[in-house]
């Protein structure tokens, strides 16, 4: 058990069923009554993200979540098989519980698995990766100066407002938290 007080990012636990992790929080002291902690928890099973309220100092259950190093192989119709780099076991995702990190997957990248008693969570990426833009407009000497962006569409089909000078072809950092744009590989 772990209290509430004890919260930060990254923190997973057991509420209600359910396994989240704590994506935010804000201790709260109001000028009247008992102070409490403002969460903003993300569902490991389903996806959802739930805002919820704790009294200050209540205690919640720390769920113990195994990362697994694990390679991305390919896509098998719906499914997408990722290998444990160590044992050479192979697990199979369906696409719907990994919708999001599919913008970010390639071929034979490594990424983190979460277990939770046996069960498959869901996949951790890295904070960035290196994708190559597949199709944009050409830059034009001089569009720097006024500091716009363009879209630009990725090697694994992800949208991304770029700089103008960004051209087919370049490899650039992505931010997978916001799928933003950082810079050039």
Do not use: C
């Amino acid at each position: 058990m772990i209290s509430v007080n004890d919260f930060r990012t990254g923190l997973t636990i057991e509420v209600d069923n359910g396994i989240w992790r704590v994506m935010d929080f804000q201790h709260v002291k109001p000028g009247k009554g008992a102070a409490f902690v403002r969460s903003k928890l993300r569902n490991l099973r389903t996806g959802a993200v739930q805002e919820k309220t704790f009294r200050a100092g209540e205690k919640v259950a720390k769920a113990q979540i195994d990362n697994r190093r694990m390679q991305y192989l390919y896509a098998n119709g719906d499914q997408h098989v990722f290998m444990d780099n160590e044992s050479y076991e192979q697990i199979e995702l369906p696409a719907a519980s990994i919708e999001y990190e599919l913008k970010f997957l390639k071929e034979n990248m490594e990424v983190s698995i979460m277990m939770y008693q046996g069960e498959t969570l869901g996949v951790e990426l890295p904070n960035t990766v290196e994708l190559e833009v597949t199709e944009t407009e050409p830059g034009i000497k001089g569009d720097t100066a006024s500091g716009g962006t363009k879209p630009a569409i990725l090697e694994t089909g992800l949208s991304v407002q770029v700089p103008f000078f960004i051209n087919q072809g370049d490899r650039l950092i992505i931010n997978t938290t916001d799928s933003s744009y950082v810079s050039r590989a």
